[in-house]
């Protein structure tokens, strides 16, 4: 009973405190992205052109026309409530990202200790992209709910309503389409059909609220505004886009003007090079583990594997790949915490790609390490490293014996 007062209080303690600091810091900052969200639920009410740039200083919105008309209704309050109703939403999702996640994650229950020292743990390792995506208003947060909760439905054989919500993560970031391919070549066909109408569906339902003329408007010039706005070389070479499309830029372009720079190569060959990367990696998401060696009652955990390297892939292959984008490492680390808890750390090599991953990804934040050390961190591409070395100990687990075979569950 002291144990869940004691969490309790730290949990109310920690999400009041960033509430707090939410309160001064967001105004000072014109509250980050939820600005454009909040500028763009304006602008649909006023019946103008949601992927028009109104101010430069402001980002242009990326976004599907479902979610701006979701963002309608919280434009109608001032900007300041409107985005704390934002961030209350971002909290209430991050509750339900952990139950969801345990309720897929774990094939056996674990007591009250190790389900406290999980549940720390994986706050632990993603406490800097937690806030990094609250302070700036960011919507990573609730796709990535939306991911998990089609997920859970998806385990528990509800496809059609899965799919509703893979749908919805869809319309609001386009990166978590990485399922779909995975879906198909897995040959769940029902389910990717399912999907793929109701993305359809998705895309036409403003209508009812915008008209037919002006829905197809947004659709017709939502993708090419996505394309002209992310792909671009200056996107590429910003030292705070952490994707690997921009990790080789740096590396590998003769424009890069970062001192890692080791060759000078065009901006297309480059980006070819990143390319052959990315399904190097998505072939080891679809690459069968040897599952006769396996109980049947692990087969749901190596789903989860699979999951974990497709989200970590949701920020990787992402052109722009900021740092709130990297919340979606969120499910791989409770994938693999919960698989140390169950081996009781006895899998050094995991540790260790852990640690390195959550050294890369978290302690070169400003408020460790400076402004300045931050930024050539971040030249360096330190998250997309450890976001690799997150990869690589999910691969690990996938393929080797370890605990599926020796111990018995």
Not at 268 to 271: E, G, H, S, V
């Given at each position: 009973?002291?144990?869940?007062?004691?969490?309790?209080?730290l949990?109310i303690g920690?999400?009041?405190?960033?509430?707090i600091?939410?309160?001064?810091?967001?105004?000072?900052?014109?509250?980050?992205d939820?600005?454009?969200?909040y500028?763009t639920?304006?602008?649909?009410?006023?019946?103008?052109d949601?992927?028009?740039?109104s101010k430069?200083?402001?980002?242009?919105f990326?976004?599907s026309?479902?979610f701006?008309l979701?963002?309608?209704p919280?434009a109608?309050f001032?900007?300041?409530?409107s985005a704390?109703?934002f961030f209350?939403?971002s909290?209430?999702c991050?509750?339900?990202i952990?139950?969801?996640s345990k309720k897929?994650i774990f094939f056996?229950?674990?007591n009250s200790?190790q389900k406290?020292?999980?549940?720390f743990?994986v706050?632990?390792?993603n406490?800097?992209f937690?806030?990094?995506?609250?302070v700036s208003?960011?919507?990573?947060?609730?796709m990535?709910?939306?991911?998990?909760f089609?997920?859970?439905?998806i385990s528990k054989r509800?496809?059609?309503?899965?799919?509703f919500?893979i749908?919805?993560s869809v319309?609001i970031?386009?990166?978590?389409?990485?399922f779909?391919p995975?879906?198909f070549?897995?040959k769940?066909?029902?389910?990717l059909t399912f999907?793929?109408?109701l993305?359809?569906?998705?895309c036409?339902l403003?209508?009812?609220?915008?008209?037919?003329?002006r829905?197809?408007?947004?659709?017709?010039?939502?993708?090419?505004?996505?394309s002209?706005?992310?792909?671009d070389k200056i996107s590429?070479l910003?030292?705070?886009?952490?994707?690997?499309?921009?990790m080789a830029?740096?590396?590998?372009?003769k424009?890069s003007p970062y001192?890692?720079?080791?060759?000078?190569?065009?901006i297309?060959?480059?980006?070819l090079?990143?390319?052959?990367?990315?399904?190097?990696l998505?072939l080891f998401i679809?690459?069968?583990?040897n599952r006769?060696?396996?109980?049947p009652q692990?087969n749901q955990?190596?789903?989860?594997?699979d999951?974990g390297m497709?989200f970590i892939?949701?920020?990787?292959?992402?052109p722009?790949?900021?740092?709130?984008n990297?919340v979606?490492?969120?499910f791989p680390?409770?994938?693999i915490?919960?698989?140390?808890i169950?081996?009781?750390?006895?899998?050094k090599a995991i540790?260790?790609?852990?640690l390195?991953?959550f050294i890369?990804?978290?302690w070169?934040?400003?408020s460790?390490?400076?402004n300045?050390l931050?930024?050539?961190?971040?030249s360096?591409?330190?998250?997309?490293?450890?976001?690799?070395?997150?990869?690589?100990?999910l691969v690990?687990?996938?393929f080797?014996?370890?605990i599926l075979?020796?111990?018995?569950?």
């Open positions: 009973m002291w144990r869940k007062t004691i969490v309790s209080f949990l920690t999400f009041l405190g960033l509430f600091h939410y309160q001064y810091r967001a105004p000072q900052r014109h509250f980050c939820y600005r454009v969200y500028a639920g304006k602008r649909i009410l006023q019946g103008q949601i992927y028009t740039r430069e200083e402001i980002t242009p990326k976004y026309p479902l701006a979701f963002m309608a919280l109608i001032s900007e300041r409530t704390n109703l209350i939403l909290i209430l991050i509750f339900l952990f139950e969801l897929l056996k229950d674990l200790n406290f020292l999980t549940y743990m706050a632990i390792l406490f800097r937690f806030v990094y995506s609250l208003g960011q919507a990573s947060i609730l990535l709910t939306l991911v998990i089609g997920l859970y439905f509800h496809e059609l309503t899965g799919s919500f749908s919805g319309m970031k386009y990166t978590s389409a990485l779909l995975y879906f070549l897995k769940k066909y029902r389910l999907i793929i109408i993305i359809l569906f998705y036409l403003p209508i009812l609220f915008i008209g037919i003329e829905n197809s408007l947004y659709l017709n010039k939502w993708l090419p505004f996505i002209a706005t992310s792909f590429f910003d030292y705070k886009n952490q994707s690997l499309w921009s830029a740096r590396v590998l372009s424009d001192c890692i720079q080791v060759a000078k190569l065009s297309d060959t480059t980006l090079i990143a390319a052959i990367f990315c399904i190097i998505y679809i690459f069968p583990a006769k060696m396996l109980m692990l955990f190596y789903n989860c594997i999951y497709l892939c949701i920020a990787l292959f992402n722009n790949a900021w740092m709130h990297f979606s490492v969120f680390y409770m994938v915490i919960y698989y140390l169950m081996s009781k750390f006895k899998d540790v260790f790609l852990v390195i991953s890369l990804c978290s070169g934040s400003e460790l390490v400076g300045k931050q930024d050539l961190f971040e360096c591409s330190v998250v997309t490293l450890g976001a690799l070395f997150l990869f690589s100990a690990k687990i996938k080797s014996k370890n075979i020796k111990k018995k569950l």
